[in-house]
C-alpha cells in the first residue's frame, strides 16, 4: 500500500508563512508529478503547485511569487512553503502524488494518491 501523509498546517496571522510537507511511504517504486491542491469551504478543489519528477514546477495565478513547491526525491517528500498568506488562502490543503508500484514480477501501474489533508487558517 501506499500512503502520503501530511503536516504542516495550522493558524497563522495574515502576511505569516507555513511549511507544508508530504511524505509518501509504502511500496513505491516511482514517484511521477506531486502537487498542492486545496479546498475551501464552499468551493471547488483547485489546484495551487505542482512539480514533475525533474523538477518543473507550476502555480496558480493567485499564489505565484509567494509559494513555493520544491521536492526531496531521496524522502520521497513533496514540500509547500507559503509566504505572505492572505485570509483567501484558507483552505484545507491535500497532498497529490501519481506513483508507480511494481507487481507480479514484471508489472507496472502507476496512479493519482491522496494525502488526508491538513487546514491552513489565515486571520486578518
Known amino acids: 500500500q501506499v500512503q502520503l501523509v501530511e503536516s504542516g498546517g495550522g493558524l497563522v496571522q495574515a502576511g505569516g508563512s507555513l511549511r507544508l510537507s508530504c511524505a509518501a511511504s509504502g511500496t513505491i517504486f516511482r514517484i511521477n508529478a506531486m502537487g498542492w491542491y486545496r479546498q475551501a469551504p464552499g468551493s471547488q478543489r483547485e489546484l495551487v503547485a505542482a512539480?514533475?519528477?525533474?523538477?518543473?514546477?507550476n502555480y496558480v495565478d493567485s499564489v505565484k511569487g509567494r509559494f513555493t513547491i520544491y521536492r526531496d526525491n531521496a524522502k520521497n517528500t513533496v514540500y509547500l512553503r507559503m509566504n505572505s498568506l492572505k485570509p483567501e488562502d484558507t483552505a484545507g490543503y491535500y497532498c497529490n502524488a501519481n506513483i508507480g508500484t511494481c507487481y507480479g514480477g514484471s508489472g507496472y501501474s502507476a496512479r493519482d494518491y491522496w494525502g488526508q489533508g491538513t487546514q491552513v487558517t489565515v486571520s486578518s
Open positions: 512539480i514533475t519528477s525533474d523538477g518543473f514546477t
